[in-house]
Every structure is written in structure tokens, then in C-alpha cells.
């Protein structure tokens, strides 16, 4: 909802919440969290553009903020695969990232990525 309005999602997060309270036994605060703590990556990777060279790769590891942002997206672009109601997608998505099967996938093989290049391991802010 990039250029709606504050009620309007005010509504669907209203939605969300009691509809994962009556699919669960767990609290919606909890789930959230969970499904946030799950999906943040504990690795990202960084591309670099350079004059006249090649792109250069390397891993680092991303704030908080930026974790809890990439954790959210990730939660999103799942929700967009199931065709229903808005809150209906959110609901699934964040059920689902608080299992632990699925979304550790995505996790793996950025910390796949970030192991092959290691060669940049020898920065400070690495270690």
C-alpha cells in the first residue's frame, strides 16, 4: 500500500490480527515476531559497481533495521503468491514464516552465497 490511506490499512492490520488469533492458539504478537525472527537474514550480500571493472561481490552483515526490513519484505512477496483477500495473504504469510521449514531456505542460500565469497572476510566489520 504504497499510496493509500492510514485507515484503510489500519482496517486490514485489524483484520490480520484477529484472523491469525482465531487460526491459532498463539498471540498475533508472537507470531509476528517469530515470522520477523525467522525470516531476517543474518548475511546479506553487497554489489559494488566500479569504473571499468567488474562488479564486486561481497558479504556483510546488515542492522537491525535492515534485517526486520528485509524480514517484512520477504513475508510480503510470499503473501503475493496466494490469491485471496489482502489480510488473508498476510495472515498466510506470516503463519507460514513462523514455521521454521520453509523459510530457511532463502536464508541458506544467502549464507551460501556469502561463504563462496569469502575471500572478503578479512574486513573488519566482517569479523
Known sequence: ??????????????KTTKSLQKSSNKNHASLIKLAVINNAPSIKIKKIKRKR?????FPFIPSKKTRTFFALKFI????????????????????????????????ENDQEQALKLKKYSHYRWLI
Do not use: A, R
Open 1 to 14: 500500500m504504497s499510496s493509500g490511506k492510514k485507515s484503510i490499512c489500519e482496517k486490514l492490520l485489524l
Open 53 to 57: 571493472k567488474k562488479l564486486k561481490e
Open 76 to 107: 510480503l512477496t510470499y503473501s503475493k503468491k496466494i490469491s485471496t483477500n489482502f489480510y488473508v495473504q498476510i495472515e498466510k504469510g506470516i503463519l507460514k514464516g513462523s514455521e521454521n521449514s520453509q523459510n530457511n531456505k532463502h536464508k
